[in-house]
């Protein structure tokens, strides 16, 4: 009986263990995929920049590295207690949030769009119609840099206390302030964050919002990256782009385009000559992700990245980070391909819609924990960044832009107040397999195991190179690339033809010689 | 996707379809011939058993070659008393008929009935002349030969005994070698060509289906057939094809027995060689265009088979070479780019390398046929000989045409013979 008592108490006890073990587990993990900003938006998104507005938002919260989390108004309540930071969304005349929901709410809040209907926060607003009206906006982003745009707004108003305002907005009601704010609470007056001016406006506003301290904001870098450089372009061109560079003293980025075959032909080895040269003053280089990865599985592009960046470690050049598209982003299976980076560069944000913020929580991509270079955004032709708030990348492309406009966004970003820096300042990693990787630690490069150097040495061109152009070579690369089906049925065929020719020459020498029978030709 | 991309794709599916097809009835044929090499292609009857035959031979200036056919004949191991060689001197202006009169003199203890006709009654064609000579003939069994063959002493018997042993067999047709392939490289060419398309691809075709048409010579046909058909259709070019079709509309089947072997003289210039292919094809597709309507007719049995194989060599087949033989000239010249990836020259010498491996399996199956000068020329025929059929089918559609538009009557021409070496 003893016994027995002891063994129930034993399988009670690990009954309870048990059962603990998952629900903690539970816990765990909803907290882990929890965000950090709750974004709020109207049911009735009826107007169109109302969705495109809610992607700017989560493009924004983003390149801020931000963790948020999207959800209706109606089904806000009981969520709210779970966030220390909230952003509402009032972008719709129609909008029927109840603002009473909010005022019960202790954490941090940020109204976007209109004040009307919002005085348990202390805003007041002239118009009451809920009209939505053109204005004038004018926003200081930096002590010597302003810049004026026409936006969007609905029934804007004013925070009498507020401790804080910048920018203002002039309608045809008066003139207000474009963002203002008390303790924690924040107000930005434009209804419409789909223009790239709305976008560095609440950039730079929601980083003010959740900065935690009184001191000035931590300042970001910017990149200038030519990007898409493709191997086989006029080395001579880049050679003039990289010199200059070279003799400015700035920083900047090369993205070279994927290489899988061929990398030893002569033109690879002068483009390559430019690259090491450019790494060597001032230069960085980053892989670009194949253009054709929406087709491709993971496996497939983590084998065409690995050969590619191999190609390139082979002639000395060393892709220090990715350039991936926001496609990447929302595939999950990508996701352990960018673990193998610590920096990756996003070349654009085209797949964000509302669709996509709503559904896919992009914590989990945050949670990776890379170095994240965004798109810059730009408010003049000059494509430079005026927002230190996040890493960002000024992009040129030399296969679509004139030289002019290169050396002309080079001239502007100099001037820039926003600071540039190398990658080559920054720990950076990347593994592709168990054998082949890089290591740089600001001191020592690791390539493949092997201690390298990032310092330029000129290596003779190959100028008898066998291009391998003759029928043989091209039937072999062939052989590879064709219908794999036809190919192995001729082979079965070609194999089971040769069996039968040996079995019936076998029947025919038999049958001949055991009986010699006189041929008509020969005998006619 | 271009025009050029499409049709290059139309052109690499309809050959790698065709080739397959082939490839399958090669398989079929070389199982079929096989087997029956073993057996040897006797059936033994007992020697009362042996029925009456009347081997037909049309001769239309046969000068040259049939006193050596008609030796050929005498010479078969067939009870001497059971069959009658009729030879129909058909409006010839030689000296076919004294040439047969002296042979009948000689061979007195054998039956040779030689007919002649004038312009007025023959003169119109092989099938007017086999009209002609069944007419007169006394067998239960018709043979029919052409006037340039000489069988293998055992080739009647064989026949005789294959269709015999079964009633629902209507005719039974043996194999036809080429007796001066070593004459020129078109008559090796037409040897390789015979032993492939006329032996192993009626094998096979009879392995699978039970369904191989008459060559034309080296076959015996039933008496009774023939009388319930109304002998040979006197408009049809290819007036065995055209009784294939009607044999096996009457519910028989053909059988197909390789051992019995006929030789027999095959073009060796180029201009008579075409006129004879031409000739052939037009005949093919009289009976092609007369009886594709049994396609849709399920009585028809396993004949439908054969119209559809018809019908997809003579519109599949064709177009897809001419457009794959345009794209290359084109593509050669500048004219024409195929953007196609995937599609190339791998795929290109796979087909030829399987067009030789067929061929070279029908020959393992000859003597004296599987050598390196037979691989040589297989090699060379896929680009030189090959080629010439897609002139000859054309020449022979465009012939049609012009034939039914301006109603002109269907003329019978001859292949013009020559004297072989001894």
Sequence with gaps: ?524 | MTAADILSIYAIAAIWAMMLLNVVLSIGGYIYIYRTNQTGGSIPLREEEYPMVSVLVPAHNEALVLERTVKALINFDYPRDRFEIIVINDNSSDNTEEILSNLAASYPENRIMCISTDSVVGGSGKSNALNIGFSVAKGSLIAVYDADNTPEPPALRYLVENLMADDSAGAVIGKFRTRNRNATILSRFVNIETLSHQCMNQAGRFFFFKLCTIPGTNYVIRRSILEEIGGWDVKALSEDTEISFRIYRMGYYIKMLPQAVTWEQEPHLLPVWFKQRVRWAKGNLYVMAKNFKYIFDRKAGPMRLDILYYALIYTIMLSSLVVSDFIFLGGMLGIIHVKLGGFSITLWVMAILVFIADLMLTLSLERNEFTLGSLALVSLMMFTYAKLWIFVVLKALWDTIIDTLFKREVKWDKTVRYVEGQ
């Excluded at chain 1, 009473?100 to 202790?106: E, K, M």
């Excluded at chain 1, 080559?424 to 092997?450: C, F, P, Q």
Aim: negative net charge; charged residues 20%; glycine residues 4%.
């Design chain 1, 1 to 524: 009986m003893k016994f027995k008592s002891l063994l129930s108490v034993f399988l009670g006890l690990l009954l309870i263990l048990t059962a603990a073990i998952p629900a903690g587990a539970e816990e765990e993990q909803a907290e882990s995929t929890q965000g950090e900003i709750l974004v709020i938006y109207p049911l009735e998104a009826d107007r169109h920049f109302s969705d495109d507005s809610l992607s700017a938002i989560a493009q924004v919260l983003l390149s801020l590295r931000y963790t948020a989390d999207f959800v209706e108004a109606e089904k806000a309540a009981e969520m709210l207690p779970l966030y220390e930071n909230v952003i509402w969304c009032a972008l719709s005349g129609s909008s029927r949030m109840d603002p009473s929901l909010l005022s019960r709410y202790s954490g941090k809040v940020m109204v976007l769009g209109q004040a009307s209907g919002m005085e348990k926060f202390g805003l007041l607003s002239p118009g009451e119609d809920r009209q939505e009206m053109l204005a004038v906006a004018e926003y200081v982003f930096s002590d010597d840099y302003s810049f004026q745009a026409s936006v969007r707004t609905l029934s804007p108003g004013t925070l009498p206390d507020a401790d804080y305002t910048r920018g203002t907005l002039e309608t045809k009601n008066g003139i207000f302030p474009l963002a203002c704010g008390r303790e924690d609470f924040h107000y930005i007056a434009l209804a419409d964050y789909t223009s790239d001016f709305a976008k560095a406006v609440l950039t730079q506003e929601t980083a003010q919002w959740l900065w935690p301290y009184t001191s000035r904001m931590h300042v970001y870098t910017q990149q200038l990256v030519l990007d898409s450089v493709y191997p086989f372009t006029d080395p001579d061109r880049l050679s003039a782009f990289v010199h200059y560079m070279a003799e400015l003293r700035m920083n900047y980025v090369i993205s070279v385009m994927p290489i899988y075959q061929n990398e030893d032909y002569p033109a690879m080895q002068q483009f390559c000559e430019v690259l090491r040269y450019a790494q060597a003053n001032g230069g960085s280089v980053i892989l670009h992700a194949p253009v054709t990865q929406n087709t491709l599985r993971a496996e497939e592009l983590e084998d065409r990245l690995t050969v590619a960046t191999c190609n390139y470690f082979r002639h000395g050049v060393y892709p220090l980070a990715l350039e991936i598209p926001s496609e990447w982003l929302f595939r999950e299976d990508l996701y352990e391909i960018l673990r193998r980076y610590r920096t990756v560069f996003l070349s654009e944000m085209d797949a964000f819609s509302s669709h996509t913020v709503k559904e896919y929580n992009l914590g989990r991509y945050l949670r990776l924990g890379l170095q994240q270079i965004s798109p810059a955004l730009c408010l003049e032709d000059n494509a430079l960044s005026h927002n230190a708030q996040y890493s960002a990348m000024v992009s040129v492309d030399p296969g679509v832009t004139e030289d002019e406009s290169i050396y002309a966004v080079i001239d502007a970003i100099r001037d820039s107040p926003i600071p540039m820096q190398s990658l080559w300042d920054m720990e950076e990693a990347v593994y592709l397999n168990d054998s082949h990787y890089l290591r740089w630690d600001k001191n020592t490069l690791i390539v493949d195991g092997e201690v390298r150097t990032n310092q330029y040495e000129p290596v003779p061109y190959d100028n008898n190179h066998q291009y391998q152009r003759n029928a043989y070579f091209r039937f072999v690369a062939n052989l590879s690339r064709q219908n794999h089906f036809l190919i192995a049925l001729s082979v079965l065929e070609l194999v089971v033809f040769i069996l039968l020719g040996i079995r019936s020459r076998k029947q025919m020498h038999g049958r001949f010689l055991r009986k010699k029978e006189p041929e008509t030709s020969e005998r006619n």
